[in-house]
C-alpha cells in the first residue's frame, strides 16, 4: 500500500497566475516611467494601482485556496487496476487495495494521479475491491459545468452524459466545458471530463451533454483510493 497526498493542481495554476500579473506590474511600472511628468503619467500610474489591486486579490485567493487545500486534504490510497482483456468491460474494474489496505464501500476513486473522478468502490474483499464506474448505466451523482458552474445530473452509461434543467441551457455552457463532481459524497471538485454535444428532449423541458473523459477505461494501470 502506498499513501500519497492529493495534489493541488489548483493552487499551482494560481499561484502562476500571481507571477504573470506581477511580472506585468514591474514591466508597466519601468516602460511608463517619466521623470519629466510628461502627460499620461497619471494614467499609467492608475494602470499600475488597478493591477497592484487585481495582484493583491489574487494574493487572497491564493491564500484561501491554501487554507482550503489544508483543511480537506487527506491520504490516498494507490492501487494498480486489474486487467480483463481480451474483454472491453468498462463498467466495472477491481483493484489491488482492500479492507486490509484500509479501502471501504463507497469510497471514491480516481485516476491520472487521483486528479480525475472513476468511480466509487462497491464491492470490498481483504486485498481485492470492485470499482463501479461512471460507465456503468447505474451510476449517477451531481456535477457542476463549466465557469458558471452549472448545476447538472451525471448519469452513468457506454457514453456518459450530463443532465439539465432546460433553464440553465441559458448559462453559457460551451463544448470543452469542464465537468466536476459537486457530490458530497465525494471529494469536491474532482474532474469528471469535458462537454462533448448538446442534445434536448422531445418534450423541451430538459437538455444533455455527452461527457468526453480523458482516458479510456482500458489503459489505466494505477488508481487512487479516497478512504
Given amino acids: ?26 514591466r508597466l511600472s519601468f516602460f511608463s516611467w517619466d521623470p519629466f511628468g510628461q502627460p499620461g503619467r497619471a494614467q499609467a500610474s492608475d494602470d499600475v494601482m488597478a493591477l497592484r ?21 487527506s491520504t490516498s490510497i494507490t492501487a494498480k487496476v486489474f486487467s480483463v482483456y481480451p474483454f472491453n468491460a468498462k463498467d466495472r474494474i477491481f483493484i489491488t487495495a482492500g479492507s486490509a489496505e484500509g479501502v471501504a464501500v463507497g469510497d471514491a476513486v480516481g485516476g491520472l494521479d487521483g486528479n480525475v473522478f472513476i468511480g466509487r468502490v462497491v464491492t470490498v474483499y481483504p486485498h481485492v475491491s470492485e470499482v463501479m464506474t ?3 448505466q447505474s451510476f449517477s451523482m451531481s456535477v457542476r459545468v463549466g465557469s458558471g458552474e452549472v448545476d447538472g445530473l451525471l448519469q452513468g452509461g457506454v457514453t456518459p ?7 440553465e441551457k441559458s448559462q453559457g455552457i460551451e463544448p470543452g466545458d469542464a465537468i466536476f463532481n459537486a457530490d458530497k459524497a465525494y471529494p469536491y471538485g474532482l474532474l469528471v471530463g469535458s462537454v462533448r454535444s448538446f442534445r434536448e428532449d422531445r418534450s423541451g423541458s430538459f437538455f444533455d451533454s455527452d461527457v468526453e473523459t480523458p482516458y479510456a477505461i482500458k489503459d489505466l494501470r494505477t488508481v487512487s483510493v479516497f478512504p
Fill in 134 to 136: 461512471i460507465f456503468d
Fill in 1 to 26: 500500500m502506498t499513501i500519497k497526498r492529493i495534489s493541488g493542481w489548483g493552487i499551482f495554476l494560481a499561484v502562476c497566475v500571481l507571477c504573470i500579473a506581477a511580472s506585468g506590474v514591474i
Fill in 161 to 167: 452524459r450530463v443532465v439539465y434543467a432546460y433553464a
Fill in 53 to 73: 489591486a487585481r495582484i493583491a486579490a489574487l494574493e487572497r485567493q491564493v491564500l484561501d485556496m491554501q487554507t482550503h487545500a489544508s483543511s480537506t486534504a
